[in-house]
C-alpha cells in the first residue's frame, strides 16, 4: 500500500536543491501501486507530475498537487544471443548504478553515459545524450501507464520519436504517460563511440581502450568540468545547443573566427551554447545566490538558498544577451515547474 506524504519538501528530490514544498508527495514500487494511486487520486482532479533524480527539472513555486516518485526498480535478462543482450530495467533504478552494472558485465552502449544524474525512467524524456551518445542508441522500447486511462502501452524506439534532447514526452504526450520500464539493447562485442574530441585526448592517458577505462574518462571529463549535483546544486547544461542557419553561422565566424560550428547538415549548424554564453561575458558570474559554472558556461549553479524564480530571471538575462549580442535564440533544456 501506498503512503501519501503531505506538504513535503522537494529539496532532495531536485538536484537544483530548490526548496520548494509540494502538496503531496507519494513513492510507488510497482505499476499496480501507481495504478491504484491514480484510480483514488483521478475524483480530486488535481495536477499531478513525476519526478524521477529531479535531475532535469527546476521549481519556481510550491507544487499544489502530487509529485509522485518511482521506486519500480530490477534489471531482467530478457534476451540474448551471441552479439547482442537485452535488459529491461525498471524506471526507478539509478542511471549511474546501471551504467556501472552494464560496464562490469562487459556489455557496451551507455559507457559514454556515465555519470548523468537522474533515472532510468527518465533518461528517454529528454533522450540524455554525452560525448557522441545518445540513450536513443540504446534503447529499444519502453512501457508506460497512460495517465488518464490506466492502459499500459508500449512504445517502440521510432514511436518515442527521439531527437536532440527531445521525445514524444516532452511534447504531445507531455505529463500523460508515466514511464515504468525502458528495455535496452547492449552489445557484447566492444563495439565503442570515441569520435568525441575530448574523450579521445582524455584516452591517451591509458594504456588500454576498454570499457571501465572509457567509463573513467567519461568521469574524469565531467568532473573537470561539471559540478557535482551532491555538492552544488545544478541541472547539468540548462540550455540546449542551438541549431542555426548556415548563413548565420558564416556571418558571426567573420568577426568571430573560433567560433565552433557542428554541421548538422549543408544548411544547419549546431553551436555550443556555452560557448555564446562565455562570449556573451558571463562565465563565472555570481548574481545573487545563483551564479554561472566558471568551468561550463551552460551550467547554472544554485551557490546556496537560491529560488527557482532567481535561476530563472538570470536564464531569462542570458537568453537576451545572447540575442542581442548574436542574434541567436537559446533555447532552456530544463523543465520549468
Ligand atoms: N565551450 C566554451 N565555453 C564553455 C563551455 C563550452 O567555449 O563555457 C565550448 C568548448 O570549448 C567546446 C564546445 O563548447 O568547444 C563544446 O563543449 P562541451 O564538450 O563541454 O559540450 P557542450 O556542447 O557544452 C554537450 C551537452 C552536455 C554533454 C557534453 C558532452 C548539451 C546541451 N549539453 O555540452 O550534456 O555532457 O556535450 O557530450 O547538449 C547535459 O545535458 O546536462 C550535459 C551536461
Not at 540548462?238 to 573560433?258: C, G, I, M, Q
Request: proline share 2%; net charge negative.
Amino acid at each position: 500500500m501506498f503512503e501519501i506524504k503531505e506538504n513535503f519538501s522537494l529539496k532532495n528530490y531536485n538536484t537544483f536543491g530548490i526548496d520548494v514544498k509540494t502538496k503531496y508527495f507519494l513513492e510507488y514500487s510497482s505499476v499496480n501501486e501507481l495504478s491504484n494511486f491514480l484510480v483514488t487520486q483521478r475524483k480530486q482532479n488535481l495536477p499531478l507530475m513525476n519526478i524521477g533524480g529531479g535531475s532535469n527539472v527546476l521549481f519556481t513555486k510550491d507544487f499544489e498537487g502530487y509529485i509522485l516518485h518511482s521506486k519500480i526498480k530490477g534489471v531482467e535478462i530478457i534476451k540474448e544471443d551471441d552479439d547482442n543482450i537485452y535488459l529491461r530495467v525498471g524506471a526507478g533504478d539509478d542511471w549511474d548504478e546501471f551504467v556501472d552494472y552494464c560496464v562490469k558485465n562487459g556489455w557496451c552502449g551507455v559507457e559514454n553515459l556515465s555519470l548523468i544524474p537522474g533515472n532510468v525512467g527518465t533518461c528517454p524524456i529528454q533522450n540524455i545524450g554525452a560525448y557522441g551518445v545518445e540513450v536513443k542508441d540504446v534503447i529499444t522500447e519502453l512501457e508506460t501507464t497512460e495517465i488518464d486511462t490506466l492502459k499500459k502501452t508500449v512504445f517502440t524506439n521510432k514511436e518515442c520519436q527521439f531527437a536532440y534532447r527531445d521525445s514524444i514526452f516532452k511534447r504531445e504526450f507531455k505529463g500523460k504517460h508515466i514511464i515504468n520500464y525502458v528495455t535496452f539493447c547492449l552489445n557484447k562485442k566492444q563495439i565503442f563511440k570515441l569520435d568525441y574530441g575530448n574523450l579521445k585526448n582524455e584516452l591517451k592517458e591509458y594504456e588500454q581502450v576498454n570499457l571501465q577505462n572509457i567509463r573513467q574518462a567519461v568521469i574524469n571529463i565531467r568532473e573537470s568540468k561539471l559540478p557535482d549535483p551532491e555538492t552544488i546544486g545544478n541541472a547539468g547544461s540548462f540550455f540546449k545547443n542551438p541549431v542555426v542557419h548556415a548563413d548565420l553561422a558564416e556571418n558571426l565566424k567573420k568577426s568571430y573566427v573560433d567560433i565552433p560550428c557542428y554541421f548538422q547538415n549543408t544548411d544547419l549548424i549546431k553551436i555550443p551554447a556555452g560557448w555564446l554564453i562565455e562570449k556573451a561575458g558571463w562565465k563565472g558570474k555570481n548574481i545573487g545566490n545563483v551564479g554561472v559554472h566558471n568551468k561550463q558556461a551552460l551550467v547554472l549553479i544554485n551557490n546556496g538558498g537560491a529560488t527557482g524564480m532567481e535561476v530563472l530571471d538570470i536564464a531569462k538575462e542570458i537568453q537576451k544577451s545572447v540575442k542581442d549580442k548574436f542574434g541567436i535564440d537559446i533555447e532552456m533544456e530544463v523543465n520549468v515547474v
